[in-house]
């Protein structure tokens, strides 16, 4: 791929049709993705508008092919996503919440308390929330990219680190991505939704 054809550029918010769509096709089966259009509109939105939030999308000629979040303040950006955007959360959350109850409920729950899974220690840290690449690009360094430009994004800023969370079990590709890239296993916990995670940090 020639490497001029591809562009990284903040997001704006004519692109979260686009996001919602590669994430739709990067993530099939996640949870999120169940969610559906307005849920995910709501959770994108806010990356968009917080001071904090960091949105990278990646575009090759001329059409967006992948995206990256992420946040340079984790703990006090889900605070004020959540006081800011939970009835709409909730209203989107209906139709789910109608098909399988249980699994909806025990989610949000989990998220309606999540902070970022930062650990006490990791002081001055940016979050990776998630990368998604459409999957016609995959294998062609969009990902990289879009790593990359965060780093850089953030680093610059004076941030001392990065981390990101991702899971152990049936995850390759996502912990090969990330171990080339210079990222180590920090620690290993388990969600209360039963999850085992693994937490990855790269240092300035």
Do not use: C
């Amino acid at each position: 791929m020639n490497k001029y054809r591809l562009k990284i550029r903040n997001a704006v918010k004519d692109d979260l049709s686009t996001v919602i769509k590669v994430h739709a096709l990067a993530f099939p089966g996640f949870f999120l993705t169940y969610m559906g259009y307005g849920f995910l509109k709501e959770m994108y939105s806010g990356y968009l508008t917080h001071p904090s939030g960091i949105f990278l999308v990646a575009v090759y000629d001329g059409e967006l092919v992948g995206f990256v979040t992420g946040t340079t303040s984790p703990g006090l950006f889900f605070t004020e996503l959540r006081r800011k955007r939970a009835f709409f959360f909730l209203l989107y959350a209906l139709p789910g919440l109608l098909r399988r109850p249980f699994l909806v409920v025990k989610k949000l729950f989990s998220a309606m308390f999540y902070h970022g899974d930062k650990p006490a220690e990791i002081k001055n840290s940016a979050l990776i929330s998630s990368i998604g690449v459409a999957p016609n690009m995959q294998g062609k360094s969009v990902g990289k990219k879009l790593l990359e430009r965060f780093e850089e994004q953030v680093f610059s800023n004076g941030v001392e680190s990065i981390y990101l969370i991702t899971d152990e079990s049936n995850n390759d590709y996502v912990r090969k991505f990330y171990s080339r890239n210079h990222y180590d296993i920090e620690s290993r916990f388990t969600q209360n939704t039963g999850r085992t995670m693994l937490r990855y940090i790269k240092r300035r």
